[in-house]
């Protein structure tokens, strides 16, 4: 008889010894189970804190402005799990930060800091709200801040020319523009209503970004045959008041100072607001989006936690946020 091999001879050795203490040969082990659902699901959204979110879904018009290279979607790095992400986000801003914001950012950015502070009782948030081109001026006076969030690239590009920029900025959110009128206001029912003699006008100094994009938008509608070649002449001549910010120009319209006024959709998206106002719609090809950016300020008091602050408002969380008052999402 042929000899076994030393590695069958082996096997049935084995085999032999399962069969003499009654154990039948295990199967072989079950494959691994799959990643639960709870690790690949989204975790649910931040619950609004004081206000139902505004609808902003990005618009698919050619207006719209593609972000800077490298600064929009690139700089936007998706966190993982929503609710881990957001707690450990939150967490890492530590310290007194002292943030420069576009006045259009005040419900989002406060909405930020009592969630950053509430992940971590260290933080300690200050918020310097008003005009991009205000905030710049105070920068480059000497003002201390450790973060700029510009309503437009321009007042940041002149910051960085200023030498008050530490870093390349990101573009963290975009927005546009509407009409808002007090209540429903006989007078304007409808875009060209706007260069009807004697209608008040209120509008953003041209170089507060608001401002600038409303001019903007009333030189495209000037361009179709709908509005008229001299519309936006009309509608300038009705101007009665110039604001610094967009929330000056809330409040001309609320204290029935003026019939109409131009800002932005994140603007009115307060419960409180929404009671009292009326929008008329800027359709997308005459709409302007703004692009957000936001960066390190140069010798910042907390370079850490503004750091930190940037990462968060770049993650789904902040993104979140952002977008539950208005704005639309940097990667828009």
């Known amino acids: 008889m042929r000899a076994l091999r030393p590695a069958a001879l082996a096997g049935t050795l084995l085999l032999l010894a399962a069969c003499g203490s009654g154990a039948s040969p295990s199967s072989p082990t079950a494959p691994s189970v799959a990643p639960s659902a709870a ?4 975790a649910a959204s931040v619950a609004a804190s004081t206000a139902s979110p505004v609808s902003a879904k990005p618009p698919a018009s050619a207006s719209a402005k593609p972000a800077a290279a490298g600064s929009a979607s690139a700089a936007v790095k998706p966190a993982g799990s929503a609710a881990a992400g957001s707690a450990a986000g939150a967490s890492t801003v530590q310290g007194n930060l002292t943030v420069f914001a576009a006045a259009s950012l005040t419900d989002a950015f406060n909405n930020m800091k009592t969630d950053i502070e509430e992940a971590n009782p260290s933080a300690k948030l200050t918020m310097n709200f008003a005009g991009s081109p205000t905030l710049r001026t105070q920068l480059a006076q000497g003002a201390k ?10 007042n940041m590009d002149g910051a960085q020319k200023d030498g008050t920029i530490d870093g390349q900025p990101s573009i963290f959110a975009h927005n546009k523009l509407t009409v808002v009128l007090l209540g429903q206001n006989p007078k304007v029912a409808s875009l060209q209503d706007l260069a009807k003699p004697g209608i008040k006008v209120v509008i953003e100094q041209q170089a507060v ?4 994009y409303s001019r903007q938008a009333l030189e495209k509608m000037s361009k179709d045959p709908a509005f ?3 519309f936006a002449t009309k509608v300038l001549a009705n101007v009665v008041s ?17 019939d109409a006024g131009m800002l932005y959709v994140s603007d009115v998206g ?18 302007v989006i703004a692009d957000y950016p936001l960066a390190v300020v140069k010798n910042a008091p907390n370079p850490s936690g503004a750091k930190a602050f940037v990462h968060y408002v770049l993650s789904s969380r902040g993104q979140t946020t952002l977008q539950k008052w208005g704005l639309l999402p940097a990667t828009s």
């Open 209 to 212: 970004p608001a401002g600038n």
């Open 145 to 154: 801040a450790d973060v700029f969030a510009s309503a437009d690239t321009a």
């Open 39 to 42: 690790a690949s699901k989204p």
């Open 242 to 258: 110039q604001e610094p910010d967009v929330k000056s120009v809330l409040s001309r319209i609320q204290l029935g100072e003026a």
């Open 228 to 230: 008229g070649s001299d």
């Open 270 to 287: 307060t419960p409180a607001v929404k009671d009292q106002v009326k929008t008329l719609t800027i359709p997308d090809q005459f709409n």
